[in-house]
């Protein structure tokens, strides 16, 4: 099942998908709530439910504006350093521990909505990643049972100010991840039932219709159960938390000469499974 947050005149909701219709839960079942993080709180036992509306509900009958799928996200966690691949590109070892970082959910953005470039970067740079959307929460979570916790799963972008991120004292990991608009996901989240192995899934980033990063989450160092055992024995997951799981090789800032983003262009995110999440890159006014 494929599940989005849209715009509409009353706020963002929440809607399903069927081939290219719309559904909006609430609006065909006053039981169901207009929050995608508020829907997760029910469970997964209210996923039949939705699939009744979305199978036959009467779609909106309009284009919709996308949202993220969770606007607002109570953490956006990160992982660094996650492929195989990419560390052999960084030059780096391989971690023996995940490498967390964090990013603040005002840097969200949704499917078509633009990637600003901060006044203050010039070194902006592009990383595609598997998303992981938190539906039941929960704290020392085992990882026989992480992907129990899972709802879904979205594409997603993790834009990167290298300058900030690298270059300046002490190095700002946190800031230079950060900036307005540096964490676009979307278009759906794509419930766990249509992804059976999210270890094996193509993932692909097109930079102006050019494939600049290619690879496998088979390149995962530390899986999802193991990233969402680890990140629980520090804080407690919610519904709705989502975790950017790293990103494979082929990034701007490893090539030679280096690539960052411009304004004018446009960047594609594509998984196989979850759709493809697109944005335009435009300068800060």
Not at 237 to 244: A, H, T, W
């Amino acid at each position: 099942m494929k599940l989005v947050t849209y715009q509409s005149e009353q706020g963002a909701r929440t809607a399903g998908v069927i081939g290219d219709r719309f559904v909006d839960l609430h609006a065909n079942d006053p039981v169901l709530p207009t929050s995608m993080i508020d829907l997760l709180r029910l469970g997964k036992d209210a996923f039949g439910r939705v699939n009744d509306v979305v199978q036959h509900g009467v779609p909106l009958r309009k284009d919709i504006t996308l949202l993220a799928p969770i606007p607002r996200p109570g953490k956006v966690i990160c992982v660094g350093l996650n492929y195989a691949d990419h560390a052999a590109e960084s030059g780096v070892e391989i971690p023996t521990e995940p490498v967390i970082f964090n990013k603040f959910p005002t840097s969200v953005v949704g499917p078509n909505h633009p990637i600003v470039l901060p006044r203050n970067s010039n070194q902006v740079d592009y990383e595609a990643e598997l998303v992981v959307v938190i539906g039941v929460g929960g704290r020392h979570i085992a990882e026989d049972h992480a992907l129990q916790h899972v709802a879904g799963y979205s594409c997603g972008h993790d834009v990167s100010a290298r300058d900030w991120q690298l270059g300046k004292p002490g190095k700002q990991w946190l800031l230079g991840k950060t900036f307005d608009t540096f964490a676009p996901f979307g278009p759906y989240l794509v419930t766990t039932d249509e992804v059976s192995d999210p270890g094996n899934l193509r993932i692909q980033l097109r930079l102006n219709g050019q494939i600049m990063q290619d690879s496998s989450t088979r390149q995962l160092i530390f899986s999802i159960p193991k990233l969402v055992a680890y990140i629980s024995n520090v804080c407690t997951l919610e519904p709705g938390d989502v975790i950017f799981t790293g990103t494979p090789p082929g990034v701007g800032m490893a090539r030679k000469p280096p690539v960052f983003l411009q304004s004018g262009d446009v960047i594609e995110v594509e998984i196989e499974r979850l759709g493809v999440l697109r944005n335009a890159i435009q300068s800060e006014l």
